[in-house]
């Protein structure tokens, strides 16, 4: 028994709006180191083009691709539509194509070349004069971390980054996760970016939070009564938060085995949702006002010392099973992964956030690969109704109430309440008052792009919370390093191993079904 809205949900409206500039209004040169790889031709140009369609881009704008490839303009042009018409979200038109092409170019360099630079520069003053970007840049990072110190370098030396007052222009930073790979790391990384552009310039993007449904938390919360008085642990028993991959590694082999769940996505991705539905009112929209809430959450969770790191997490690695009717290879048979790692594909593990707001209340989290489904959900499990009245029996009691909010792939959100069945017998049954998104969303980069133009930093991590999220998953890394027990093996297809509904089951709980 569901209802459903079948009303269109328009899109929540921008914190920032009165802030800043619209995207059309903000003239610039978009510079992509690694233009020529991956993530360029999977997510960044297809964005690019979307917003080009939707007459988002301003006039003023020009993309430029720096890679070791031997590319001309036409030869990117080409590269760029070939991943257009495979991954686009909307389809590549004649028109939009011939309004995008112009837009695109390319140089070739050494990202460890200081005479690169000089062409890139020369290039982008030439480009600047044609199209009047008014001397502002972007330049996004595409390339793996190690790369990060010689491109921000030698964009220094080439005296391409202007000075954060704006007087000459802009410029910013696009940083993509993850920001190093241990707190270490993250500090290293962090520290040569400080060298050469100001925090205020620098834009770490987690492509998770563009994702409508997660940009929607604290509209949803902060914009509607009926949530904020009860989001507390006085109302709420438990929280739970599933990010389900069905795929298996896939082409991702040498990266993934060198990350593993934990850092690829409870470190980034959940935490920062874990901050959004944590968090207290920040005192205005702006970024930092939104940002130093999330901190605040982060700052307090509880440590997981190693002595209850086996007790409070659990790490899984897929075998060979069923995935989608089809039988599929274990982590250790797919190409490139060594026959002994102890790589975790799947994470559990219960925290407590330590302030008033949420004393007593346990967060489960959970993420891996070849589970049964994709999807992506936050559960918000209610405190049960007293035993009485329509709960006063013991052998039937009451489902507590439920809120779950769907980020993908059906995004949305479900209300489960206890309803009366028709009839004139007294039977009680659950029932989901169910919302979707019926308009089509942007993808999260085209929506993180935009920020960056515009200058909105909402959506991207600060440095103080990318360190603190590392100090928090630190601990399980180091004990787990410590330790000579391999991940507990899962069957492909399946919701992961046992010990994760354990982990939940000894606390009296279990996991939503999805």
């Keep these: 028994m569901t209802e459903k809205s079948n009303h269109h949900a328009p899109s929540a409206p921008h914190p920032l709006d009165a802030l800043h500039p619209k995207l059309h209004d903000v003239p610039c040169l978009l510079v992509i180191f690694g233009g020529a790889g991956d993530l360029s031709h999977r997510k960044l140009l297809p964005a690019l083009y979307n917003l080009t369609l939707e007459g988002e881009l301003p006039k003023e704008f020009a993309i430029v691709g720096f890679s070791m490839e031997k590319l001309d303009d036409d030869a990117y042009r080409e590269f760029a539509r070939g991943g257009i018409e495979k991954f686009s979200r909307q389809k590549l038109t004649d028109e939009a194509w011939a309004k995008f092409a112009p837009m695109l170019h390319f140089v070739s360099g050494s990202f460890a070349e200081a005479k690169d630079y000089l062409k890139l520069r020369d290039r982008l003053k030439a480009l600047d004069g044609e199209v009047g970007a008014r001397g502002n840049r972007i330049y996004y990072f595409a390339v793996p971390p190690a790369f990060i110190d010689d491109c921000s370098g030698n964009l220094s030396a080439a005296e391409m980054i202007a000075p954060p007052d704006g007087a000459h222009g802009f410029t910013r930073a696009v940083v993509e996760k993850p920001v190093g790979h241990d707190l270490a790391s993250a500090i290293e990384i962090n520290s040569e970016l400080a060298k050469h552009f100001d925090e205020s310039q620098i834009f770490r993007i987690d492509h998770y939070l563009g994702k409508e449904t997660v940009e929607n938390l604290m509209v949803l919360r902060f914009a509607n009564t009926i949530f904020e008085p009860i989001w507390s642990a006085r109302y709420i028993d438990h929280v739970q938060i599933t990010v389900a991959e069905q795929e298996g590694v896939g082409t991702r082999a040498d990266y993934y085995d060198r990350a593993g769940a934990l ?52 790490r899984g690695q897929y075998v060979e099973g069923l995935s989608g009717g089809e039988k599929v290879p274990g982590y250790l048979e797919e190409p490139h992964i060594p026959p002994d790692s102890k790589t975790e594909t799947f994470v559990a593990l219960k925290c407590h956030v330590e302030n008033w707001r949420w004393a007593g209340v346990p967060f489960y989290l959970r993420t891996g690969k070849r589970l049964p489904k994709r999807a992506s959900e936050i559960d918000i499990f209610f405190n049960s109704v007293p035993r009485i009245l329509y709960n006063a029996r013991p052998a039937a009691p009451l489902t507590p109430n439920v809120l779950a909010i769907r980020i993908q792939p059906d995004e949305g959100l479900a209300l489960k309440i206890i309803s009366k069945v028709p009839g004139q017998t007294l039977r009680l049954t659950p029932v989901d008052v169910d919302f979707h998104y019926k308009t089509a969303s942007p993808e999260a980069y085209e929506t993180l792009l935009s920020d960056v133009i515009v200058g909105d930093q909402t959506l991207f991590m600060r440095r103080d919370a990318v360190e603190a999220a590392w100090r928090f998953v630190q601990p399980i890394l180091d004990q787990w390093e410590r330790s000579a027990e391999a991940p507990v093996p899962y069957a492909a297809g399946s919701w992961g191993p046992t010990e994760s509904a354990l982990l939940l089951a000894r606390d009296g709980r279990a996991w939503r079904n999805l």
């Design 263 to 314: 850092r690829d996505m409870v470190q980034s991705h959940i935490l920062q949702v874990l901050c959004m539905i944590a968090s207290e009112p920040p005192r205005s929209t702006h970024a930092d006002a939104v940002r130093d809430s999330k901190l605040d959450v982060i700052r307090s969770l509880r440590t997981i010392e190693p002595a209850d790191v086996e007790r409070l997490t659990v």
